[in-house]
């Protein structure tokens, strides 16, 4: 870069080093020259200056293309701000974009070998010099088989989810086989419950009725511990823990170790319900161990499965429908609480993945209005996904029954924390109705419907349901990932309905401490079986 004066001082030219560009020339006064002239103009150039280096750095850049910085700006932008734009670039883009349109219509060339990674895929287009068409075929090759590998995998990951969430845990079987073994060997674990001087308020309705159905000795635990701890008045619980034959002794046996005074537990196995009997439960006997529903909920999964047409959402969903847990008994047993508990008016029913957060004793407040069940419904809210569910999420429309009694838009509700007017309920012929629609689903092969206990119930209960606040029962902790957690403190009852229990592996860790606040880490027989240590 230099700066020429000229002879009689009337301009200064600027000129680049490798070429001469008429940056600007400062023209001066002959007959009018002075030092508030001169002073302006070495202001100017002051200005200037810092801008003629940056664009000496940028010649210097462009020196390979042999062009100064004004010359490359002048090519480059001189055509747009003149409307004139050179459109070969484009038309390039066009062309290529012509070539993809039509790869994509086409079958891809039988036995195209491709790279397995996209550095592999240059170094061949160098070495082997291919042209647009053949590069477009690779490109979509390419990406299709990394699609179906990511599909695999993801139904793979659906799978081995599936069996995490119907396994038992290590820690939870050696809890339950070290309480049996304790109930064998201990008298204070085989002691009466509730004591003897207890046993009149186990019918005593001006009590808090809780009753629980499950196999899961940790998670019981869990679910009355944080009943008592929120409650106002804990004086006034009372727990029916109801269990199968084989989880008996251990239950009792942690409920007698492990007192909750004040509140009051019982713990019954079903086999001591006198009227739990096969001519009362034909239907349930047929469920259980009929061939074709065990084959169903207990064999190969993928059997039968088209996966090309299935997305993964949906799989996970049929998934979780066959999980063993909805041929149970113990899953089966709500339906008959006003026959078990014949002197009882109402009660809260709780599932056993739920964690309580507040004092229920307001739900027996509730008026009803003359309905039986009193639930959260989940077709609105502000989680889409969990707060979306109709009866169309639920039945096969296409069945003709289904089709003809039911309404697809009709509004489904939650089980798992439901209050229950029983006085209203034995009035009803739900159990009847109950019964009548799984005989027809298991005529029909199960094809109008697989989930488990709650469709058969939203037919049951139909036009005996009574909506109650939604910040009562919170859903969807146990499937939904992004749960927000604000809304999980302030809700009542939060529910881990889904597969990712808090008691498993696969459980969600941000949703867990929730649930874990309420393990008594410091028992003998959890620290004995390292339940939940990373």
Request: proline residues 5%; positive net charge.
């Amino acid at each position: 870069m230099q700066l020429h004066f000229s002879p009689s001082m009337r301009s200064i030219t600027i000129s680049s080093s490798n070429g001469f560009i008429d940056l600007m020339k400062i023209k001066v006064a002959a007959r009018h020259f002075s030092y508030r002239t001169l002073f302006h103009t070495i202001l100017i150039l002051a200005f200037l200056l810092p801008f003629v280096f940056i664009l000496t750095a940028v010649v210097t850049l462009e020196g390979v293309n042999k062009c100064s910085s004004f010359d490359c700006l002048g090519r480059r932008l001189g055509p747009r701000f003149l409307g004139r734009v050179d459109d070969s670039g484009q038309k390039l883009v066009r062309e290529f974009y012509n070539i993809l349109n039509q790869v994509n219509t086409e079958e891809i060339p039988h036995g195209l070998k491709l790279p397995d990674s996209f550095s592999r895929l240059v170094s061949e287009m160098k070495n082997d010099q291919y042209d647009a068409r053949t590069f477009a075929f690779m490109l979509r090759a390419m990406m299709e088989k990394f699609e179906r590998e990511i599909r695999e995998s993801k139904f793979a990951e659906l799978m081995n989810k599936h069996f995490a969430a119907s396994s038992i845990p290590k820690g939870i079987h050696c809890l339950s086989l070290r309480l049996t073994d304790e109930y064998s060997s201990n008298a204070h674990a085989r002691k009466q419950l509730p004591p003897p001087e207890f046993l009149p308020l186990l019918s005593d309705n001006s009590y808090h009725h809780f009753i629980l159905s499950t196999d899961n000795i940790l998670a019981a635990s869990v679910v009355v511990a944080s009943t008592i701890q929120s409650s106002l008045k804990p004086e006034k619980i009372v727990f029916h823990v109801i269990t199968d034959k084989k989880t008996y002794a251990g239950m009792h046996s942690w409920f007698a170790l492990n007192p909750v005074s004040p509140a009051i537990v019982e713990v019954k196995g079903v086999h001591q319900f006198d009227w739990l009997t096969r001519e009362n439960v034909p239907v349930l006997e047929a469920v259980e161990n009929q061939n074709g529903i065990r084959n169903y909920y207990h064999g190969n999964h993928l059997a039968g499965a088209n996966l090309s047409d299935t997305t993964p959402r949906t799989f996970a969903s049929k998934l979780q429908a066959r999980s063993p847990k909805y041929i149970s008994l113990l899953n089966h047993l709500r339906i008959y609480i006003p026959e078990l508990f014949p002197n009882l008016q109402k009660v809260v029913f709780l599932d056993d993945d739920i964690v309580i957060q507040r004092d229920l004793s307001p739900l027996w407040e509730i008026d009803l209005g003359g309905k039986v069940n009193g639930a959260v419904e989940t077709c609105k809210g502000e989680d889409e996904w969990v707060m979306s569910k109709r009866f169309r999420n639920y039945f096969n429309f296409s069945h003709p029954l289904v089709a003809k009694n039911l309404n697809p838009d009709e509004c489904a509700w939650a089980y798992g924390m439901n209050i229950f007017d029983l006085r209203a309920w034995r009035k009803t012929n739900i159990r009847e109705t109950y019964h009548s629609w799984l005989r027809e689903n298991l005529k029909s092969n199960l094809t109008m419907w697989k989930l488990g206990t709650l469709p058969p119930a939203l037919i049951a209960f139909k036009g005996h349901v009574h909506p109650i606040d939604p910040s009562w029962h919170m859903l969807g902790l146990g499937y939904q990932n992004n749960t927000n957690i604000e809304s999980v403190k302030r809700a009542a009852v939060i529910h881990y309905n889904g597969q990712s229990k808090p008691w498993l592996q696969i459980g969600f860790e941000h949703l867990r401490p929730f649930w874990t606040k309420y393990v008594n880490y410091s028992n003998d027989f959890i620290s004995n079986c390292h339940i939940l240590e990373s």
